[in-house]
């Protein structure tokens, strides 16, 4: 059974950093591209950051690039959010993802497993 457990969300002040952490088991997590999304209240959830198998392919949303990072550590079966400059429309549940592909997505419907999500708010 596959799981995906975030970590690392809270309340933080306008221009303040976050680091989300997402602990998988369950299959070969180096055999799987993982991504970030977040939901706001009333929206669709939305792409933020994906990362390929390997860790040396990535790709981020235009409102987040330059400010969040994503990484892996294929050793700890672990992806991660480093999130700077966060900004009060930042706020939403921020979910991890796991794709059954080696090559990473940007949308919601090509990952095949998500965690319960973590709320991140952001006070201006």
């Known amino acids: 059974q596959v799981q995906l457990v975030e970590s690392g969300g809270g309340l933080v002040q306008a221009g303040g950093s976050l680091r989300l952490s997402c602990a998988t088991s369950?299959?070969?997590?180096?055999?799987?591209?993982m991504g970030w999304f977040r939901q706001a209240p009333g929206k669709e959830r939305e792409f933020v950051a994906a990362?390929?198998?390997?860790?040396?392919?990535?790709n981020y949303a235009d409102s987040v690039k330059g400010r969040f990072t994503i990484s892996r550590d294929n050793a700890k079966n672990t992806v991660y959010l480093q999130m700077n400059s966060l900004k009060p429309e930042d706020t939403a549940v921020y979910y991890c993802?796991?794709?059954?592909?080696?090559?990473?997505?940007?949308?919601?419907?090509?990952?095949?497993?998500w965690g319960q999500g973590t709320q991140v708010t952001v006070s201006s």
């Open positions: 369950g299959r070969t997590f180096s055999g799987a591209a």
């Open positions: 993802a796991e794709r059954s592909y080696l090559n990473l997505g940007v949308a919601p419907y090509e990952y095949d497993y």
């Open positions: 990362i390929n198998w390997s860790g040396r392919s990535t």
